[in-house]
């Protein structure tokens, strides 16, 4: 799973961008709880995934949150404000070189 990091993780990966100041970056207390929650409103079937939230019970697993604030002057992207609505199938995975 890509996004299952620790806040610090996730304080030096938005840090590399230039772009903010990181402020806080931490576990949120009792995130486990929330997580548990939410599984099982979205998928009360998954049962591993909710024995493994209810086992760790916040040791290792739980919510990330992040608060920063952007550079000032920091250079942004423009806004990315339509999709294209046609789909063009490439290939998932580049070929040997």
């Not at 709880?33 to 760790?56: G, H, T, Y």
């Amino acid at each position: 799973m890509y996004c299952l990091h620790s806040a610090t993780w996730w304080r030096t990966h938005w840090g590399k961008t230039g772009l903010v100041d990181v402020e806080l970056a931490d576990s949120m207390p009792d995130g486990w709880k929330f997580w548990l929650q939410w599984q099982n409103v979205v998928a009360p079937e998954n049962f591993s995934e909710i024995r493994a939230i209810e086992d760790d019970a916040g040791k290792l697993m739980g919510y990330v949150r992040t608060i920063a604030r952007r550079v000032p002057g920091a250079k942004l992207d423009e806004i990315i404000q339509s999709l294209p609505t046609t789909y063009t199938s490439r290939p998932v995975l580049r070929p040997p070189m």
